[in-house]
């Protein structure tokens, strides 16, 4: 029996692959790689000397989606696969709810056609209604200001209305937070296509020389230095939690909801200075007026996770800047840069 990881050649997904084939579980890859790269799968079997069966499929196709099914004995699904740049989702609605609802309800037909019952899903901490009150629980109100989250939110719902329909489906929705670092091994990383929306793969371009300064979205916010806090977790970390998710499918939960964070917030300066702590590489920033969308905080309440998946963050901030300066030094150019 395999587990089926959706998107599994991107960011999360090919760091939740290593983890798997490290415990010991079958992995099988599907990915359309529109953001991801090939050469991911020469770096999971670099780490692991295991190279899992892979399918570059787009899932927006039935057919071949059905086909990977007809092909593995698959027992489980982790659902990456989705576009997830929340600027893009505004301009371009339809071609995210297209590609992130359609990919999951055709994974959903299949499952059905094929009897696999367990489901974990990649959401977000996105789909929180924005709020003054941190740490953010997992029965805090839900409201969304984009397409992105949106549909985040829209599949949460389906896989619970799949949940109500068929006693037997177990699912686990896993909010991460922000994510970021990389493997120890400095193969596998976040390696984003173009110019990076987030602040972690964008100070790492910047301690390369491929940008000449960090713009710095606003110091004007109710916080410890006016930057924006968020809750940083080490991809390592997120890719445990999903093994733990596994776990808890096993208990037949029905459809669980969980955060997936460290419950500590930092600022956007914070994570400046302790990148140049770790990388001994100065990032010159100039504070610029906020992103439209932003918010002041945002960091979770990790209890849930904590008594119900066993899971816990272990890596501290000093690991994820090490580990994602570590990647982007020995991967100039991605994974094309390093044979
Ligand atoms: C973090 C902080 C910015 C870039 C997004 C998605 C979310 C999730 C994680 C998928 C904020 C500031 C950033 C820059 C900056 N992705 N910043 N200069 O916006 O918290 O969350 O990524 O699930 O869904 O919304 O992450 O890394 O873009 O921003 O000052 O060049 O860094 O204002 O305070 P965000 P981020």
Redesign the pocket.
Known sequence: MAVLVTGGLGYIGSHTAVALIEKGIKVVICDDLSNSDINALDRIFKITNVRPKFHKTDLKDYKKTELIFKRNSIDAVIHFAGY?A?GESVEKPVMYYENNLLSTLNLLKAMKKFNVKNFVFSS???VYKVSDIMPLKENFPLAQTNP??RSKYFIEEILHDVCISDKNMNVAALR?F??IGAHKSGLLGENPNGIP????P?ITKVAIGKFDK?????NDYPTKDG??V?DYIHVLDLAKGHICALEKLKEKPGFFVCNLGTGKGYS?LEIVKEFEKQSGVEIPYEITKR?PG?IAE?YADCEKAEKELGFKAEYSLADMCRDSWNFQKNNPEGYKSVQ
């Open positions: 997830k929340v977000s901490a996105t992105y989250g991460y922000n994510p929306n987030n602040l972690m964008f960090l713009k710095v979205f606003g930057t924006g968020r956007v992103r932003d945002c």
